[in-house]
T-cell receptor, first 119, second 118 residues
Framework: NAGVTQTPKFQVLKTGQSMTLQCAQD?????MYWYRQDPGMGLRLIYY???????DKGEVPNGYNVSRLNKREFSLRLESAAPSQTSVYFC??????????????????FGPGTRLTVT | AQKVTQAQTEISVVEKEDVTLDCVYE???????LFWYKQPPSGELVFLIR??????QNEISGRYSWNFQKSTSSFNFTITASQVVDSAVYFC???????????????FGKGTHLIIQP
């Protein structure tokens, strides 16, 4: 199992450019998440998808869009990059559904991260 | 809105000392999970422990132990006989059940940078 994979690992963009960060998991997890990590700020939730076909905003969604392409894949798009979006981006997944579809609050498995610089 | 506070920004101790990392959380929900994650210098996030709001038992795993107290909304983490390899940033996090029956994402504290000196 590869777990959670992210591409690319590094990216430099100019202000105004667009790009999509890709995330895939092979653990058959229901929920997927995108976080950003900035120095001294911890990780902050951008968007999440509790199940295939659903997405919801997190704490810092402005400037981003997401697509839950299927159960495995959850992409994050920056339509017009800004220097404030310079950050390390982490994708995560979790099972979150136990017996009978009840929420099980499982741990999240994180990808290796994408370091994005916007100049 | 929920909040997680890790008041210790950085802690530096000498190897073999015991060290406790503090975590205080705020939420009005009665159903939630608390987590600790480790982020070593290589940057990946490593899951350490998960505890639900109905289970206040303390836990010990080798040199690691966790103390969960709902009365003080705290979930502290102690490393006994610290080692240089324990040097990392440690994050405490909280997750709530959303209205759709899924999880609404982790709320992280800002992390504590633990430095273990040889």
């Amino acid at each position: 199992n590869a777990g959670v994979t992210q591409t690319p690992k590094f990216q430099v963009l100019k202000t105004g450019q667009s790009m999509t960060l890709q995330c895939a998991q092979d653990m058959n997890h229901n929920s997927m998440y995108w976080y950003r990590q900035d120095p001294g700020m911890g990780l902050r939730l951008i968007y999440y998808s509790a199940s295939e076909g659903t997405t919801d905003k997190g704490e810092v969604p402005n400037g981003y869009n997401v697509s839950r392409l299927n159960k495995r894949e959850f992409s994050l798009r920056l339509e017009s990059a800004a220097p404030s979006q310079t950050s390390v981006y982490f994708c995560a997944s979790s099972e979150d559904k136990g017996t009978g579809g009840l929420w099980s609050g499982d741990e999240q498995y994180f990808g290796p991260g994408t370091r994005l610089t916007v100049t | 809105a929920q909040k997680v506070t890790q008041a210790q920004t950085e802690i530096s101790v000498v190897e073999k000392e015991d060290v406790t990392l503090d975590c205080v959380y705020e939420t009005r929900d009665t159903t939630y999970y608390l987590f600790w994650y480790k982020q070593p210098p290589s940057g990946e996030l490593v899951f350490l422990i998960r505890r639900n709001s109905f289970d206040e038992q303390n836990e010990i795993s080798g040199r690691y132990s966790w103390n969960f107290q709902k009365s003080t909304s705290s979930f502290n983490f102690t490393i006994t006989a610290s080692q240089v390899v324990d040097s990392a940033v440690y994050f405490c996090a909280l997750i709530l059940l959303d209205s759709g029956g899924g999880a609404d994402g982790l709320t992280f504290g800002k992390g504590t940078h633990l430095i273990i000196q040889p």
